[in-house]
Nanobody, 120 residues
């Protein structure tokens, strides 16, 4: 079974940028979803990118600020986050093998999660 290993994230001031990477343990096929979960809140959809990378969808809260991309030759997906706000603080997850709508957290394979903290 493929495993997803995340890296990146960290602490940034409001208005700053961060990138989270998600690398698969074997050939990178299928679409990828990105979700986040803040303390005391449910896991929330952030973005989805198709298998080819040609199609993306975003939640309204991140549209225009976040960009999902992928490099299939490197088996890696990326979530570039710009103009970060304190409300973006959360644990961010990548996921593959959706079992329902792409914006629903019903994926079979999940990364380990990466902390993103936006604070001055």
């Amino acid at each position: 079974q493929v495993q997803l290993v995340q890296s990146g994230g960290g602490l940034v001031q409001p208005g700053g940028s961060l990138r989270v990477s998600c690398t698969a343990s074997r050939q990178f096929v299928g679409s990828m979803g990105w979700f986040r979960q803040a303390p005391g809140k449910e896991r929330e959809f952030v973005a989805h990118i198709s298998a080819t990378g040609r199609n993306t969808i975003y939640s309204d809260s991140v549209k225009g600020r976040f960009t999902a991309s992928r490099d299939n030759a490197k088996n890696t997906g990326y979530l570039q986050m710009n103009s970060l706000e304190p409300e973006d603080t959360a644990l961010y997850y990548c996921a593959q093998d959706p079992r329902g709508p792409p914006n629903s957290p019903n994926y079979r394979i999940w990364g380990q999660g990466t902390q993103v903290t936006v604070s001055s």
